[in-house]
């Protein structure tokens, strides 16, 4: 079912001084998408609506990380990511699963932690055939044969992620950020692992933050941050947030 809610419904963030995105721009910033392909192309077509109804704005698409693992189909969202970073200058942000991809590429320890936490669906979505054998195959065979089967602009694409990107009053990254420091003294791993000090925190931040990793039925807006993980690929539910000047909306699958 499709979901097209204003913000504006649900607490507002500040009720003296709204937050804003550049001037002219026209955000979509999408949740973790953890390798929901058919969930993603719903969200795409809503996204494509919207866009065809405001095409006097520059258009800019965010997606928060993990856009990988846990789903059938990994492979296929990062395939559409590079088309549509290509045509549509996207920007797509690394969450955790993409840094733990990287690292399983590069060692066997790491790939076996990864496969343990989600990244054997997506080792399965490059090599689909493995699957009915998956279980009778060597650990190191496995991890073989993928690091042949992923493409080069697969890599590619990983290694070139992003962890922060700011838009007016906004700052977008995948897990959150470390109250008490500045947005450019951040951790890489906190911007990719961070949940309850920062989920906790009240304190104002620099901009407000637009973030994913932790799953809520809905999402959450908060004075300082706003929570658009919605758990799709245990829901069904992927979360687009659009900003456009102060006005806030929500599209959802």
Known sequence: MSIVQRVTELPPLNASKPPRVAEGIRVYAVGDIHGEIDILRNLHRQMEADQA????????????????????????????????????????????????????????????????????????????????????????????????????????????????????????????????????????????????DFLRSEETFSHVVVHGHTPAPVPELRANRIGIDTGAVFTGRLTCLVLDGSEQTLLST
């Open 53 to 196: 109804a405001h095409r006097n704005r520059i258009q800019q698409e965010i997606y928060l990380g993990d856009m990988v693992d846990r789903g059938p189909d990994s492979a296929a969202v990062l395939s559409t990511l590079i088309e549509r970073r290509r045509a549509r200058g996207t920007i797509c942000l690394s969450g955790n699963h993409e840094d733990m991809m990287l690292e399983a590429h590069r060692g066997l320890a790491a790939f076996i932690h990864w496969i343990a936490l989600g990244g054997l669906p997506a080792v399965l979505s490059y090599l689909p055939e493995l699957a009915p054998v998956v279980g009778e195959l060597e650990v190191r065979e496995l991890w073989d044969r993928w690091r042949r089967a992923i493409p080069e602009a697969h890599l590619t694409f990983l290694h070139s992620l992003s962890v922060t990107h700011v838009c007016g009053d906004y700052l977008f990254v995948h897990a959150g950020v470390r109250p008490g420091v500045p947005v450019e003294a951040q951790s890489r791993h906190d911007c990719l692992w961070i949940r309850h």
